[in-house]
């Protein structure tokens, strides 16, 4: 049996917890949601976090590939296809600023990631660009709550509409001509991703 969710909200398993089961997550095929949320964990394991991303993301495109070797035609899919984790939920940690940026740099590349719930985690204007530069590199990600930080409504702003944007180029990508026009209806963007 393979796992597909894995919530370990309020565990209090800090960076050290984290470090003693990243291993097993990297090797995990199916894993789509990782909730770490309100576990004490520091920007220390912000690399981790998206290491096992990455990871995942690697093994799946593989696997794929090795898959299309199979079938007849010439049609291959995109590799932002490849079913990385598709939701990670940080929420109510000590990220910070340090935080912020750790994971923005580490998670520039489309790999499928589609939502990141960053709330409460003391994030101010520095993590806050950071994560609008996350976003407009990264059109795979449609969700990024940063609400309940630091970070000056100008730049939350900035990353709702690249968001948006992200939003609408992901449902033309699956054939779905119709515009979102608010965030609020971000989830029927993540339900037609998680049929992909």
Known sequence: MSLIKLILARCNIGDDGLVAIAGDLRLSKCLDYLCVADCSLTFHSMSMVADVVKFQFAIRSSTKWIETLRQDGDEMPPTSQANAAKRIDLCKNRLGNTGAILL???LREPIGLRAIDLQWNHIGNQGGLALLKLVQENQDLVLLDVRNNEIDDTIVQQI???????????LR????????????ELPVVLKVGHKR
């Open 173 to 184: 990508a699956c054939g779905i001509h119709e515009k979102i026009g608010d965030l609020s």
């Open 160 to 170: 709702r509409y690249q968001l948006l944007k992200n939003a609408n180029s992901f």
């Open 104 to 106: 923005s740099e580490a």
